[in-house]
């Protein structure tokens, strides 16, 4: 038996997120007794397929098809269906990342898997049910869900874990999935770039948010200037990406990205429990403000009442002779 | 153009989240419950607007849930949806939302169902998805945009390091998002109307139940914030090397 999980590159390397879900995958399968086989795009770079071996698959399935180009998800959704099939799989795992939410559901009614999405801890296995807990109400609460169903999927919050990378090696081969049947009624007719996509904001280890505090968008260099000391992403207050200040994508809260990163920094930002709810499960978080009785310190780890134009540049600075010290 | 448009029940953004004593279910004593954020400003806005412009057609509130939620339904219908159906049911999960979606909208030819991006309760962005498997219709995910000419979609969504522009064939399921209308505050008009549009309430058909909640816990508040002098931000950096390990 073994424990499915859909994996991606980006950029040259396995994602992040994937090789945090094939970590997650391989406890489950040590958990049920069983191995992780990871399914990949067959165009992926065979160079990097190793590392899915580290993270502790014991097979990949590489799969090609001309009707997975760009990603489809109902392709990827029925091809995942069949290798379940022929990998006597009952339990699929991916990362809640933007793939993740477009396949998981829709291989979930091909199977009639039960499916807790946004999974934040190791899943307990009682008999053939299976308990996990995730977030809820946006960050406010967590719940455990049982999956009573024979055929299981799990999403996994990015940046949940910390990705290990051992020293096992996976058995690579190519998976052909019939998908004859598949009717292509999407069309891809053009992907337009995020200018800074140095770091993905949902999986980055370290956000640098500011908020109305900032007065300007013109004004938006010194964040830039932290982040790139720190070599991290940028998001921002809704109201930011309201007035078009900064791109939509960068927007965090309630009804925007929820990110868990190691350190969030908010500059200019009152918290307002909008906000939290989409921050709130970072791990470190700093605060700055002029204002000392702002919402956001009560849930700060560390906070600096002060004007964020005299801090931010004297942080970068700090950032800046540590680097330089530490490297 | 028929447009059918998902809507769920949830507690107002600012509710702070408390559980009954047995942690099994919400503490519901005081919360205010509003249409899904999404569901409403995108989802439900976008289609009235796209609605109007075709100049024919209908727009459609589905939703599952106890007769208890009608206030929310009514809501929708003031801010314009011209009829609802509640399947009346508790629903478990998102698959039971959707197989209930989906026995309904089965032989109703809409031509989009629109559903919000996540709820900001259960956060699992499902039941779209779900939804499009169980018709066998195309889907978009976390869609920023949405234009229809003819037969024809043209949507944009998220996907990794910026938006994909795609064009779908119609009927088609889209889970919607930030970006696509600006939220539409209900006149006393609408309101009044909304008494009287057509609300049905449909049995439930043979539900699964694949998942259950076992137990809620509010999320653990954080220990006392360090405040530092805004002088010294080589102490910030270094409490978070030493202290905070997170550079
Ligand atoms: C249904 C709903 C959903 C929402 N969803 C979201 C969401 O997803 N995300 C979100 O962010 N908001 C959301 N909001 C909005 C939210 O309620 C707040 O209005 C918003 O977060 C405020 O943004 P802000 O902190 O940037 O601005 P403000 O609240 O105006 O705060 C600006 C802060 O900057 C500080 N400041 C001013 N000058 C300086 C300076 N020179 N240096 C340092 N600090 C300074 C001020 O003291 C103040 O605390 C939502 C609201 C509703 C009703
Ligand atoms: N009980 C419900 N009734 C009708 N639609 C729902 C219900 N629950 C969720 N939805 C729709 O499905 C979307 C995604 O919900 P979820 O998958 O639970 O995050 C919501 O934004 C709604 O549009």
Known sequence: MSVLVFTESSKGKIRKSSLEAVNYAANIASMIGGTVTAVIDGATDAGILGDLGKAGAKKVLTVSDDKLKNGNPRGWAMTLDQVAKAENSTVVVFSHDLMGRAIAPRLSARMKAGVVAGAVENPVMNGTKLTVRKTVFSGKATAVYAIHSDKKIITLLPNSFPVKLGDGTAEISAFKADLSSLEMKVTVKEIKADSNTTVALPEADLVVSAGRGMKDPKNWGIIEDLANALGAATACSRPIADMNWRPHHEHVGQTGITVRPNLYIAIGISGAIQHLAGVSGSKTIVVINTDKEAPFFKAADYGVIGDAFEVVPRLTEAVKKFKAAHH | ?247
Request: net charge negative.
């Open chain 2, 1 to 247: 153009m028929k447009i059918l448009v998902c809507i769920s029940n949830v507690p107002d953004t600012t509710t702070k989240i408390a559980f009954t004593p047995d942690g099994k279910a919400l503490n519901k004593t005081g919360v205010q419950f509003i249409i899904n954020p999404y569901d409403e400003w995108y989802a439900l806005v976008r289609a009235l607007e796209l609605k109007e412009a075709s100049g024919a057609g209908a727009v459609t509130l589905i939703h599952v849930g106890p007769a208890e939620n009608d206030a929310i339904i009514r809501k929708g219908l003031a801010i314009g949806a011209d009829d609802a159906v509640r399947i009346d049911a508790d629903p478990a999960d998102a698959y039971f939302v959707a197989e209930q979606v989906a026995a309904y909208a089965k032989d109703k030819a809409y031509d989009l169902i629109l559903t919000g991006k996540e709820t900001i309760e259960t956060n699992s962005s499902l039941v779209g998805g779900m939804l499009a498997e169980m018709l066998n219709l195309p889907f978009v995910s976390l869609a920023s945009k949405l234009d229809v000419a003819g037969n024809v979609a043209t949507v944009e969504n998220d996907v990794d390091g910026g938006t994909a522009v795609l064009e779908v064939q119609l009927p088609a399921v889209i889970s919607c998002q930030k970006g696509m209308a600006e939220a539409r505050i209900p006149n006393m008009r609408g309101i009044m109307a909304a008494r009287t549009k057509p609300l049905a309430v449909v049995a439930v058909t043979n539900p699964s139940i694949l998942t259950s909640v076992e137990s809620f816990t509010p999320a653990e508040g954080r220990k006392a914030v360090k405040m530092i002098d805004p002088n010294n931000m080589d102490e910030l950096v270094s409490l978070l090397h030493n202290e905070a390990k997170v550079i």
